[in-house]
């Protein structure tokens, strides 16, 4: 599975100079791409003068457009006009996933009403359960397993170990990583009395008196419903929802260790950072960014085009549009504002004590 | 497996009104639900004059105390005094538990030594070590592993891929969520000579030198022991004790990510929600709330009925009672009158300036 | 499997007293620990003279120098200097991981290619795809998924479930719990106009206009490359690099639910605590001690021998041999002193406009 210089400018859209018929192996950072021998190279991506510097002569690489390939010594280049744009393209051509299974394994136990579309893939040891339908050229990886009813579009990949409950729907090209877990029952509990939090939330921070009570559990009877295009990282977990379903938009990324909570609803083209955490019912608009470790409250609704930075706390609303930061969550230059006078703060606190005396020596002069 | 509005109003000791030989299918939001027909229905939960708007003439609804279904329409209707309450009855009596595996899937793999008790269910691929028990009724999942001398009680519900070490005994009841581990080893490592983090704790910060040493690790010989009717989410992690056992008392709910350290002990009819974690040696007392993303820091006590907001970072001991919110923790309303002067903070260091220069000028005056 | 006190004691490097015949087939808490009995005894953890006194006449305890084994009533003890880690010592030798698979379980699914050095053992339902190499005396547990051409070193210690994605190189000795997930793709899209993300980094926060776009991916062609001495906690996600690889120093030891992701580089003996996160290409120095619910930015820098408290956020880059707290990180010692000031900061401000008009009645008066 190997592709030439100039397929892979051709398939990129951008330009070939030099020998376009190398056949291109991988891809390298500039110190360890090495030259072209043999007709074969790992191309080097070399999008700054600075990486360029690495290279060897009689190279293949990735260049970006105002780049002289000739004065860089290479064999060939593929030359770029938006660099990691590029990476996207190239990086798909290369990929091979590392050598998936193809078939169905003779392992895996697929209950007889679960559907398989045409060029479905199924590794060893996966479970799927009744009813389910897996589509057209999608992939499902060792020790998945896909609970009764669910829906799986086409050309989707499900990493190992992933778990998909009953009831769940995903559009076509769902990638999975591997030990997510999806349709998780949601964390909904509730005492035969008002408990404390309910208190709290009513009643301000003031509790009249606390007494000993059990939880009961509100069973999820709802469903999770994910979009076409969506991405969900290693170890994530997305909660079914109670009555309807948890819901993630079209085009929307979910990396690692990510948290959502039932009943939630995310837009389409978000990208939720590692360890983000979404709690019950809250609603995410569309585009939305969300940097790592980023918390939302439940039942509040996060506007479109939010972009909030690492390690954001979100408790309230948040309007379309804003750029948000801290724990509460600030517009990010108030935020940085507020940093920069809390670092002075103690500096300030022993001038303002300084300050009181002055004015009070004032006063007794007057 | 349906059941009539009859039987769900006197499951749920509520009053019934309308048609009680109506089958019940399911339950959904006031919109969807629509009108039965050929006697069945999926029930609307219409439990405020908000929801029961959406409502279709000729449906069937659970709606709250002063309601009127007639007045709404309804073919028949179940009324409840405390409608979250009646969330939990409702959804326990209409969940299947997505068509969990029956009986024992012959491709486990089960240790000739291990007990399990009558109607006890294991699914395909799970591994059940040496001298393990399972409870009467209790139902293991697909990949499930457990390992040697664990105990599981009666009615236990296992989630796919869940990992139970060897010598963890669990009450009666318990529900673990998918992917979550139970009784992995400790994060305990010692260096030969006293550590940078030793000095610290020590001498408040100060550093004498700094060497270079290797860690060394302190394994786990403990175990882990839940109570009755604990709940584990999908993906949490619970190490198991060094010496002794990392315990949860009974009653308590953990969301999903959330982590446990070793040694910790947490009381009884605890919610602790998404992504919170729990460092070694901690413990938490009865009826503690930790909203999602909280963290408690190593080898401290989180008294009886704490309540902590969402992203509240605990790095001391905190007493019974106690509504706590922030990082590093404090009085909720302590934190919120905090909040909104740190928000003011930067306008009001522009005033102190002037401040400053304005008492400069009436000394000058003097 | 059971050990004498004097091997103990000989295998510890430390000082006997007593019966060095009784054999020791475990450790407990001194009020646990109870007599020895027939020749045999659980050690008691008695390190110090507050838990000595919970010790039953007649036990075996390890004790600390300077402690009197006689005037404890003990029948033998073992004697050490530093007793953390006689803890390391004394766990490692009485550890036997729960009974572990021995051998290589029929129902594992090996690919022909793989190599699997003497000694190597596999659980039931592994998988180990092509070109694999197990070095000797491995333990690969039940449902672990190694993907081509990954190489783990000698008596690595492999748990449950753990996914290890294909290209992955580990080194001797290397420690994996339970649904660890090693080398999924990196999270990395981009849009074919600069996203609302590229606009706030360039533009300090100012975005000009919102457009929609979708995500392309950035698929992730490198690897990861773990050295000797590594251990992984439950639930962790480590992703693979886009080109190079994602790479973690020997001896360094990650705690569950830890994120790391593509193209990070971690030094060697590191501790990085429960549910850390590290952000795509960051740099991480050598013993590094990262407490629990850590952030770290991605494309920063943090020296070697760096502190930080838990819950810190790491956005910038942090010199080597800093003690830091807070969000964001500051010195531990000025983000005490933060601290406080806040804490007085509403009672300052009510000060602080009293102060105002005492100075405008000054003023007046002038």
């Not at 393209?89 to 169905?104: E, H, P, Y």
């Not at 009813?131 to 020790?143: E, F, L, N, Y």
């Not at 669910?150 to 076509?172: D, F, K, N, P, W």
Request: hydrophobic share 45%.
């Amino acid at each position: 599975m190997t592709i030439t210089l100039a397929e892979l400018a051709r398939s990129m859209d951008a330009a070939l100079w030099g020998e376009g018929s190398l056949r291109i192996t991988g891809a390298a950072e500039p110190a360890e791409a090495g030259a072209a021998r043999d007709g074969q190279a790992r191309i080097a991506l070399a999008m700054t003068p600075a990486y360029a510097a690495d290279l060897a002569p009689g190279a293949a690489a990735l260049i970006a457009e105002g780049m002289d390939p000739a004065a860089l010594g290479l064999a060939g280049a593929v030359i770029v006009r938006r660099p990691r744009l590029a990476m996207a393209g190239l990086t798909r051509l290369l990929d091979n996933d590392g050598g998936m299974q193809q078939g169905i394994h003779p392992s895996a136990v697929i209950d007889p009403s679960a559907l398989l579309e045409e060029g479905a893939a199924v590794g060893p040891f996966a479970v799927i359960g009744a009813d389910v339908r897996i589509g057209a050229q999608a992939r499902i990886g060792a020790h998945v397993s896909i609970g009764q009813g669910s829906m799986i579009g086409a050309q989707a990949l499900i990493r190992e170990g992933v778990r998909i409950a009953h009831g769940v729907t995903a559009g076509a090209r769902l990638i999975v990583h591997a030990n997510a877990v999806i349709g998780s029952d949601g964390f909904s509990f509730v005492t035969p009395e008002p408990s404390g939090v309910e208190e709290i939330r009513a009643g301000l921070g003031q509790r009249e008196h606390i007494s000993e009570q059990h939880w009961l559990r509100i069973h999820s009877l709802g469903s999770v419903v994910l979009g076409d295009d969506v991405e969900i990282g290693a170890n994530v977990t997305i909660d079914r929802g109670t009555i309807r379903a948890t819901t993630v938009g079209s085009g929307t990324k979910i990396d690692n260790q990510v948290q959502i909570g039932h009943n939630v609803r995310i837009g389409r083209d978000c990208l939720l950072c590692g360890q983000v955490g979404i709690a019950g019912s809250s609603r995410i608009g569309d585009r939305v960014v969300l940097g790592g470790k980023c918390g939302v409250s439940d039942n509040i609704f996060v506007g479109d085009d939010v972009i909030a930075g690492g390690g954001t706390n979100i408790y309230t609303n948040v309007p379309a549009g804003r750029v948000i930061l801290g724990s509460p969550a600030t517009r990010m230059e108030t935020q940085v504002e507020m940093n920069k006078a809390l670092r002075r703060l103690p500096r300030m606190a022993a001038q303002f004590a300084e300050l009181q005396k002055t004015v009070t020596r004032l006063m007794q002069k007057d």
